[in-house]
């Protein structure tokens, strides 16, 4: 099993009051399986991304990933294990402004130690990429922004990938080649993938799917 989190609560305290967003949430997710996190706003599900990603830690329970818990590790501990088990395409894309296209792509492939020219041009060639690889991310639309957080996560090839409403800035058609795309990817690379959306189109395209309402397992 690639991913295993078992009665996970978080809580964040909003001046005299405690909100639990998480309320005993278990998950699971095999190498090479997709799944769709589902729910209302609110409900929990980018809460629930950035923790199994390290960008936070739990409150209580048990988050394994490819056999660590990562939610006993330091801060550079998950970081560590951002770089090279598990890839996050955030909504708001997160590219770094004073990097062209192409090295926005490679640039946490080579944090990982795990650059390939030839995968980079890959990644920049089936995801549209190819005129835009010299440009400043400010010269990019929001749908070319979001195309090339995706590559720069699958750059890495990391062994899960995990994505935050990843077409939810792109038009219906562009969406779905981008998610064809990005499928394709994610399975040549043997990675499972972990997707918080909104769209039944794109959940429908998940093996499978977990729904949250008021932070538990509906």
Same mark, same amino acid.
């Given at each position: 099993?690639?991913l295993?989190?078992?009665a ?11 909100v ?5 949430v278990?998950l699971s997710l095999?190498? /090479?399986?997709?799944?769709a996190?589902t729910?209302e706003?609110?409900?929990?599900k980018?809460?629930?991304l ?5 960008l936070?830690?739990p409150?209580s ?12 590790l330091d801060?550079? /501990? ?5 770089r090279?088990?598990?890839?996050v ?5 997160n590219l ?5 296209v !192409? ?16 995968w ?9 990429l190819r005129?835009?690889?010299?440009k ?5 639309? /929001?749908?070319?922004?979001q195309?090339?957080?995706?590559a720069?996560?699958l750059?890495?090839?990391?062994k899960?990938?995990? !994505? ?6 792109l ?5 779905? !080649?981008?998610?064809d795309v990005m499928?394709?990817l994610v399975?040549?690379?043997q ?10 189109h794109v959940? /429908?395209?998940?093996?499978?799917r977990l729904h949250? !309402?008021?932070?538990?397992v509906?």
């Amino acid at each position: 099993m690639l991913l295993d989190a078992t009665a996970i609560h978080k809580s964040y305290t909003t001046g005299d009051n405690v909100v639990a967003v998480l309320r005993g949430v278990d998950l699971s997710l095999d190498t /090479g399986e997709t799944l769709a996190l589902t729910g209302e706003s609110g409900s929990g599900k980018s809460t629930l991304l950035h923790l199994i990603g390290g960008l936070d830690v739990p409150d209580s329970g048990r988050i394994r990933l490819d056999g660590r818990d990562i939610a006993a590790l330091d801060d550079a /501990g998950r970081a560590a294990v951002r770089r090279g088990t598990a890839g996050v395409i955030f909504q708001q894309f997160n590219l770094i402004p004073s990097l062209r296209v !192409a090295d926005n792509i490679s640039f946490q492939a080579r944090l990982a130690g795990r650059y390939d020219a030839d995968w980079c041009d890959e990644l920049t060639e089936r995801l549209g990429l190819r005129e835009q690889r010299d440009k400043f991310p400010e010269q990019l639309s /929001g749908g070319q922004q979001q195309r090339v957080a995706i590559a720069r996560t699958l750059a890495s090839r990391p062994k899960l990938v995990l !994505a935050d409403e990843p077409t939810g800035n792109l038009d219906e058609a562009t969406a779905s !080649a981008v998610l064809d795309v990005m499928l394709s990817l994610v399975a040549e690379a043997q990675a499972g993938l972990l997707i918080v959306t909104h769209s039944e189109h794109v959940a /429908g395209r998940m093996a499978r799917r977990l729904h949250l !309402a008021m932070g538990q397992v509906a």
